[in-house]
Structures are given as C-alpha cells and as structure tokens.
C-alpha cells in the first residue's frame, strides 16, 4: 500500500466518557494535539497506527481512516475524477500540514491528510 491509512479518529458524541473508557480498558494515554480537544493516543513503538479522539460534529459515533496522501489537491481531484465527494475543503494543521475529508462512490468517509515535511 503505497498510500496507507497512517492513522484513525474515533468521533465520540460524548468525549470524557470515551477518553475515560479508552484509558481503562486499554492504557491509552490520549494527549492534546493541533488542538485541545484533539487527543491523540499514539502507538508507540509497537504495531500499530495511531489514534485520535475528537467530539463528533455531528453528534454521531464513528470511526474515520485517514490515508496519508503526498499531495491533497492532486488526491482531491483524483476523488472527483472517480466518483467521490469532497465532503470538508481542505484546511490548515498548524505545524503539520493540511487535511480534508472525503465520501468515495458508496459514501464512505475517509480523512485525506499531507504532512507538512517542515
């Protein structure tokens, strides 16, 4: 897989409570990143990606792949070339690059993200 799922976002509607599940069941030690109520439970140095907890802007749970792209505008015209939908614009991660989120064909959500190198 040249493009990998580099990590996921579990969306909670009630964040404390999943944070707090999370931490208990497994050891997760979610810290804030890019964002206060962005945390990020990495993995260490075993297999593995890691794992972001974020209030759900919907208020619905899910869970998001986000596939590590090289270049957002070219993946993002690949997406509307075959089928998908650009479903939040491409914005800014201070100090680590920009994302989106798109819909393939069938609807599925996936997060598209490039890493700022610097």
Known sequence: ??????????????????????????????????????????????????????????????AVPVIRVPDLDAATAAVGAHGGTVVVPPFELAGVGRGCYVVDPAGLLLGLHAYDAR
Request: hydrophobic share 35%; charged share 15%.
């Open 1 to 62: 897989m040249t493009q990998p799922v580099t990590y996921v976002e579990l969306n909670s509607p009630d964040l404390p409570a999943s944070t707090a599940f999370f931490r208990a069941v497994f050891g997760w030690e979610p810290q804030p990143f890019a964002a206060p109520e962005y945390l990020v439970a990495p993995h260490g140095d075993g297999p593995g990606v890691d794992t972001a907890l974020l209030t759900s802007r919907d208020g619905q749970p899910r």
